[in-house]
């Protein structure tokens, strides 16, 4: 009985474990950007999240502003859909009943659609406020 005994090199030793394609290295991540919150209406945090209906399918979408300091709810609005005109015109509305035009103010949100899109980006340069 004859047995076959193969040395296979190890794929590092041969080349083959190696970044391949265009997709860049990854970088070290940074630590976020800390804020000190001192008093309202100087850092807000705000979300989109899906409200179910009775009819299968279909779903609401919930916009959600809260003030980090105070914990009020600024504004809530249900629209839907999710689109960037939506997040403009609720944060829009928020900046002029809380009377924060000119002040500064942060506005933190994740990396959801509704939240990069340039209509948000422009209305938030407008009064004064940036984003995290």
């Avoid at 859909?81 to 949100?109: D, F, T, W, Y």
């Amino acid at each position: 009985m004859w047995s076959l005994f193969v040395v296979v090199p190890h794929p590092r030793a041969c080349g083959e474990q190696h970044q391949r394609g265009r997709a860049r290295t990854p970088r070290p991540k940074e630590d976020p950007q800390r804020h000190r919150v001192t008093r309202p209406n100087a850092c807000w945090s705000w979300d989109v999240t899906y409200l179910p209906t009775r009819v299968r399918g279909q779903l609401y979408n919930l916009y959600m502003i809260v003030d980090i300091y105070s914990r009020k709810i600024v504004d809530a609005e249900v629209f839907d859909q999710e689109s960037m005109g939506n997040s403009s015109e609720v944060i829009q509305r928020a900046v002029l009943r809380e009377g924060c035009i000119n002040k500064p103010l942060v506005l933190h949100a994740d990396n959801g659609s509704a939240m990069k899109g340039s209509t948000l980006q422009a209305t938030l340069q407008r009064p004064n406020i940036s984003p995290s």
